[in-house]
Nanobody, 123 residues
Framework: QVQLVESGGGLVQPGGSLRLSCAAS????????VGWFRQAPGKEREVVSC???????TYVDSVKGRFAISRDNVKKTVYLQMNSLKPEDTAVYYC?????????????????WGRGTQVNVSS
């Protein structure tokens, strides 16, 4: 059974950093596109980042240059390193696994979700 468990959220000041982790079970992370969505209060869920089976990565424009996605195949974990955090990054961050291997179109190909981890960026 596929499971995704997020961790690493919390409260951080603007300009600070957090690293989110997504621990996967029931599948091998290196064979699928896995990534992150986020949902801020009162807003729709949006795609943040994806890493493909070939280590290709994508990012929403608002986080380019600040966030970095990576994967540890041995630990079966996908990470999202978030630097230079802004108040507008405040959201619940969800890990998600696609049915396929690639990132193009992965947001409409999600088969499994984690429960989310809260990130609050505030002074």
């Amino acid at each position: 059974q596929v499971q995704l468990v997020e961790s690493g959220g919390g409260l951080v000041q603007p300009g600070g950093s957090l690293r989110l982790s997504c621990a996967a079970s029931g599948f091998s992370v290196e064979y699928y596109a896995v990534g992150w969505f986020r949902q801020a209060p009162g807003k729709e869920r949006e795609v943040v980042s994806c890493i493909s089976s070939r280590d290709g990565t994508t990012y929403v424009d608002s986080v380019k240059g600040r966030f970095a996605i990576s994967r540890d195949n041995v630990k079966k974990t996908v990470y999202l390193q978030m630097n230079s955090l802004k108040p507008e990054d405040t959201a619940v961050y969800y890990c998600a696994k696609a049915y396929g291997r690639g990132c193009p179109g992965w947001a409409t190909d999600v088969g499994s979700w984690g429960r989310g981890t809260q990130v609050n960026v505030s002074s």
